[in-house]
């Protein structure tokens, strides 16, 4: 729904000094992007005529972020406070009506939530909307003071900062979440009034909701139909218990997908990831960056995929690490296999345990099962690449490539030195290094020849007898005359 009177504010200037850390709050990630990217989608679906993102600490690196995901930044030096921080944005927000104001250190909202804020401000006509929740453990959050205890719609009076705090107010557990709505003609007089009057010398935001209650508008509280929406990050602690959520989340709608996971609390899912019906994902699996999967295949415990596309019917085996791969359709991978950027497994593949792949297609059908590495190579269909081959592919300065035909077959512990080709139908001999073209359907074998002398096996066993002889002969002398000198 597009709401041409609304902008959108996300308070992103602070330090967050609880993280300890040399990278500003809301460029920490939680769920598999920065928290400030997380805010900035949760909003884009409302379609504001404007989204400014409030920014001091690391301001170029937070408004590197910001620009591409179609928000304008704005400057907060040096840092008051966050009604401050909304006297700062004042004229950026040009002629809109209302604004929606979002920490950007509470990533989990969503944007439904934000869309009933939002109707609700417009319906009862209010000059602020402040979305809370009830928890049990308040401790850390303003608190929302209603005009009546008695009743959840009553309208506000004020936020009381935790430091701010009466015993008696301690025991409210209906927080501020720090999202609002606000109509922005009656936020900027409320603002002027608010005064640095706390621990911080800060001009708090909070503060502009006792002043409007005071002068007789209205101001309501709309409480977060999940209270884990709110979840604000100020130390390590909560950047986990919110990536935890969103990793749930992720996992809960993969599900949906037609995924079957087991014990999926061990699973770790990045965002964009997607996978078709009947696929089954093991524990301890982890699904990263922009990896897609196919309907029934099967991903094995401990496996780790990144920007992985599998077609259907894949198995990816235990312990398996998939990277920048384009995997085809039927094709068996692992166990204790790694493929690397740019690899290409056309259907029916099979790549097994203790095989690298790098930057190489891998034709219909053709296995290397143990072993080996392909780098750089081009292979065809039905080809056979025998246990421990590699391709050299590099040396030492630059990177050849390896072209092998179809139906090649290529014996256990070849090296071929780059550039070569095997052509179609050829056989590499076990062991052979190759250093030269194999012409289709040729026999290239590159060893030294064996040779077999016969009865020397006995011959060197007396040799080997005779000296054992002579060495325990020269120990014994030497023992005695030992004895001697000492006595
Ligand atoms: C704030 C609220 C508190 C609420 C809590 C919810 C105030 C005074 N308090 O407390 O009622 O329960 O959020 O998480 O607002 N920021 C600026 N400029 C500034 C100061 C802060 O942009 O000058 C930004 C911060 O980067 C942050 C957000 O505003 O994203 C909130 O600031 P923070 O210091 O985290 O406030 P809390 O103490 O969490
Ligand atoms: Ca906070």
Known sequence: MPNKDLAIVVLAAGKGTRLKSGLAKVLHRAGGRSLLEQVLRACAPLKARKTVVVVGHQAEQVTAVAEPLGATSVLQQPQHGTGHAMQVVRRALGNAKFAIVLPGDAPLVRTETLEALVSLHRSANSSATILTA?????????????????????????????????????EINEINSSIYCFTLKNLWPALAEVKPNNQHRELYLTDAIAVLAAKGQLVLAQIAPDSR?????????????????????????????????????TVLVDPDVTAGEDTLIEPGVQLLGATKIGARCTIRTGSVLADAILGDDVSVEAHSVVAQSRIDSDVVIGPFARLRSGTHLKRGARIGNFVEVKNSTVGEGTKAMHLTYLGDAKIGAKTNIGAGTITCNYDGFHKHPTTIGDKVFIGSDSALVAPVRVGDGAYVGAGSTITENIPAGALGLARGRQVNKLGWAAKKRRALAATEKSAKHFRKSRKNSHRKKRK
């Open 134 to 170: 009830v928890l049990a453990d308040p401790s850390g959050y303003g608190r929302v003071l209603r005009k009546s205890e008695s009743s959840v719609s009553a309208p506000v009076s004020a936020i009381v900062e935790e430091s701010e705090l009466t015993d008696s107010q301690r």
């Open 229 to 265: 929406e709110v979840l604000g990050c100020n130390t390590r602690a909560d950047l986990a218990a919110v990536d935890r959520i969103f990793r749930e989340w992720k996992r809960f709608a993969l599900m949906n997908d037609g995924v079957t996971m087991q014990l999926p609390e």
